[in-house]
C-alpha cells in the first residue's frame, strides 16, 4: 500500500508506542486526519506540554510538574519511612489505596542487563543519600517479584543493610476474590510464602 | 484421563479432521507420512503446551495457510473439558507475525505454560533414542517435563532459572566489551550470581530427588529385559567444574553421584556453585557465557559400567531407553489419582514381545492409548482386541473396520 509521505511519517510515528503494531497505527492515524483541526492543535500541544512540564522530582523521582513535588513537600507525610517502587505508576497505584503515609522514592527501573539498565542508571545513589540524611527508619521495598525485581532487591538489600534502618518488602499474593482454582501457579506459591497465622 | 474427540483445523498437513477417540485402545493405521504422528502431536501440545518437534510456531500451521487450530475435549478429574490451541496471523510487536490463542472451556489463559496439568500424557516415540544418544538437552528436557507433571509449580522455578541465567550472560557480555569490571559491576554480578546460583540449586536438588526414584525402576526393568545380564547405573554430571562446551566428551567432568548431593542441604548447594561462579569469574566474561549451572548438567548412563552411548548396541541401547520410559510411566501413573493418557508412536512393532509384554504388564488396566502404526503384525494380540481402530490417510482420521479384517485373516 502507499501512503502519501506526511502520513506516512505519522503511521511510522504511532507505531513506535507500545503495543501498537502497523494495523492499528494506520487506524490511529487514519483518526487523527478526520479530526478537525482545533481538535488535532489540542491533542499536539497537550503532547509537548506534557513533556515541557512534567519532569522527574528531584527528590523522590516521581513524575510531577512541580519540583519537589507533592508528596515530597507535602507535610502530613512521614519521612521516616520510604517506600521504594521501580516506575511513577506504581506510587500511583499504592496512592489509589491511601493507606501509606510515609515517602516515595522511584527508581526508575529495574536492573535488567537484557535492556541494558545497570544500577548506574537507576536512582539508587540518591536512595542511599536521603536514607543517610533523613535517618529512616522503615525502607519499604514495593517491588514485583520478577526475576529482575528480585535482583534488584538483592542489590539494594546489600547496599542499605550498612545503613541500619529496617528493610521489607511487600507480600505477592492471591488479588481480593480471586478463585484459587483460576490462580496461576506462580501467583500461589508467592501466597504460599507469604502466608499468615490465622 | 481420556481425550474424547479431536478437531484439527489446518495443523501440519490436516486440513480439516475431526474424530472420536474410544476410552480403551485406539489404534491408527496409516502408511508413512499420511499424518499419524502429527495426530499425536496435536494431543501432546495440549498436554506440555508446546510441541517437542516443531522449531517454531509457524511449522505447525499447514502449508499456504494462515492459521490453524487444534482443539481437544477430554476428560480429567471427573470433569469434561476443551481446550484449544489455536494460531493466528498478527501484526503485534515482537509476535514475528504469529499469535497463540490458548483457551480451556472458552476462557482465553495467558500462556500455553498454564495448560500443564489438565491432561497428562506418557509417550513412547522411536525419536526417544535421542534420550540416550542426542545432546545433553535431550536428558535434561525428560527429565524438566516429568518434574513439570510432578509439580507444576517446577515449570516457574525453571524459567525463572533460565531468565536469571540470560540476563547474567548478557552483564558478562557488557563486561567483556568493557574490559574492565568496576567495584559496582562486582556488586552487580555478585547479585545475580547469588539469583541464579539460588534457582540452580533448586532446579538441581529437584533433579537428583526424581533421578534417586526413577533409576531403581529403570534398573529393574532393563534386568528384566536382558534376563539379568545387564545392569544400567547413571550419574548426574555437573559440568560446572569442566571447561569445556556441553557438546564435546568431557572426561574430566565433575560426575558425582545423585545419592551424595541429595543429602546434601539446598542453601549449601546454592553456596557451593557461587564460589564456582567467583572462581571462574574471568572464564565467564571471556566467554561471556554462565558456564556453572544446571543449564548445562547432563546425565551419563552405563551399562555393566561402561559408558552406554560408546559401548552398547543398538539393541542394547533402546533396551536402555525404553528401561527408562518405563520408569517414568511408572512414576507418573503413581502420583496422578487417575492413569495419563499413553502415546505409543510406531514404536510397538519394533519391541520384541517380552519388551510388549512388560509395557503392557506396567500399564494400568483403564488407561486410554493411541498406538499409531503402518502394520499390526508382530502385535501381542492384547494390544489389538477390542481396540478402535482408525484409519489415517493423507490428512484425514477415519473409523475403520478394514484393520479388524487384516488381524482376523
Ligand atoms: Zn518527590
Known amino acids: ?198 | 484421563m481420556r481425550v474424547k474427540k479431536v478437531s484439527l483445523t489446518n495443523f501440519r498437513n490436516y486440513k480439516r479432521s475431526s474424530v472420536d477417540l474410544s476410552d480403551g485402545r485406539n489404534v491408527l493405521i496409516g502408511e508413512n507420512a499420511q499424518g499419524k504422528t502429527n495426530f499425536l502431536e496435536a494431543i501432546e501440545i495440549i498436554s506440555l503446551g508446546r510441541s517437542t518437534r516443531a522449531q517454531q510456531d509457524g511449522d505447525l500451521i499447514r502449508a499456504g495457510e494462515t492459521d490453524m487450530r487444534i482443539e481437544l475435549v477430554f476428560e480429567s478429574g471427573g470433569a469434561e473439558a476443551i481446550a484449544t490451541f489455536a494460531l493466528a496471523p498478527t501484526d503485534k510487536p515482537r509476535a514475528r507475525g504469529i499469535e497463540r490463542q490458548i483457551k480451556v472451556n472458552g476462557l482465553t489463559i495467558g500462556s500455553a505454560k498454564s495448560l500443564r496439568g489438565r491432561l497428562v500424557t506418557v509417550s513412547f516415540k522411536s525419536s526417544d533414542l535421542n534420550l540416550l544418544r542426542g545432546g545433553p538437552k535431550f536428558r535434561r528436557d525428560w527429565i524438566d517435563d516429568i518434574l513439570i507433571t510432578l509439580r507444576p509449580a517446577y515449570q516457574d522455578i525453571l524459567s525463572k532459572y533460565l531468565k536469571s541465567v540470560a540476563q547474567r550472560n548478557r552483564l558478562l557480555k557488557l563486561l567483556f566489551e568493557k574490559g574492565r569490571v568496576s567495584v559496582e559491576d562486582q556488586d552487580q554480578l555478585r547479585v545475580w550470581d547469588e539469583q541464579t546460583a539460588r534457582l540452580g540449586a533448586t532446579i538441581i536438588k529437584h533433579r537428583l530427588h526424581l533421578l534417586n526414584d526413577l533409576l531403581p525402576r529403570a534398573e529393574r526393568h532393563q534386568e528384566h529385559i536382558s534376563g539379568k545380564r545387564e545392569k544400567l547405573t547413571a550419574e548426574y554430571i555437573f559440568r560446572a567444574k569442566e571447561s569445556k562446551d556441553e557438546d564435546e566428551e568431557g572426561p574430566e567432568a565433575d560426575s558425582v553421584s545423585a545419592s551424595q548431593i541429595v543429602e546434601q542441604p539446598e542453601s549449601e548447594l546454592a553456596q557451593s556453585l557461587m564460589v564456582l561462579m567467583k572462581q571462574r569469574r574471568y572464564e565467564e566474561i571471556a566467554r561471556k557465557q554462565t558456564l556453572c549451572g544446571p543449564h548445562r548438567d547432563d546425565i551419563k548412563f552405563s551399562l555393566n559400567g561402561a559408558d552406554a552411548v560408546e559401548f552398547a548396541s543398538q539393541g542394547q541401547q533402546r533396551s536402555l531407553v525404553l528401561a527408562c520410559k518405563l520408569a517414568e510411566l511408572e512414576r507418573v501413573q503413581e502420583h496422578l489419582s487417575e492413569p495419563p493418557i499413553l502415546l505409543l508412536d510406531d514404536v510397538l512393532a519394533e519391541l520384541d514381545l517380552n519388551r510388549q509384554g512388560l509395557l503392557m504388564s506396567l500399564v494400568k488396566n483403564d488407561t486410554q492409548t493411541l498406538i499409531t502404526t503402518t502394520h499390526v503384525t508382530g502385535f501381542k494380540p492384547e494390544w489389538v482386541e477390542g481396540a478402535h481402530f482408525l484409519e489415517v490417510f493423507d490428512g484425514n482420521v477415519e473409523p475403520t473396520t478394514e484393520a479388524k479384517s487384516i488381524i482376523a485373516q
Open chain 1, 1 to 198: 500500500m502507499f501512503f502519501t509521505p506526511p502520513l506516512a511519517k505519522l503511521i511510522e510515528e504511532f507505531q513506535k508506542f507500545p503495543g501498537v503494531g502497523p494495523k492499528s497505527a494506520q487506524r490511529m492515524a487514519f483518526y487523527v486526519l478526520n479530526m478537525n483541526y482545533d481538535s488535532v492543535q489540542n491533542l499536539a500541544f497537550a503532547i509537548t506540554d506534557a513533556k515541557d512540564k512534567v519532569k522527574n522530582c528531584s527528590k523522590c523521582f516521581h513524575l510531577s510538574s512541580n519540583d519537589p513535588c507533592e508528596i515530597c513537600t507535602s507535610d502530613k507525610r512521614d519521612r521516616s519511612k520510604i517506600c521504594v517502587v521501580a516506575e511513577a505508576r506504581d506510587v500511583i497505584a499504592l496512592e489509589r489505596t491511601r493507606e501509606f503515609k510515609g515517602s516515595y522514592h522511584v527508581l526508575t527501573g529495574l536492573i535488567s542487563p537484557l535492556e541494558g539498565k545497570g544500577p548506574e542508571h537507576l536512582s539508587i545513589r540518591e536512595l542511599l543519600n536521603r536514607v543517610h540524611d533523613d535517618n529512616v527508619e522503615e525502607v519499604i521495598l514495593a517491588i514485583n517479584p520478577t526475576i529482575e525485581g528480585d535482583a534488584t532487591v538483592l542489590y539494594l538489600n546489600h547496599l542499605l543493610k550498612p545503613l541500619g534502618s529496617k528493610i521489607t518488602r511487600i507480600a505477592f499474593g492471591l488479588p481480593v476474590g480471586a478463585d484459587l482454582e483460576y490462580a496461576d501457579d506462580s501467583t500461589l506459591s508467592k501466597a504460599l510464602e507469604g502466608r499468615r497465622e490465622v
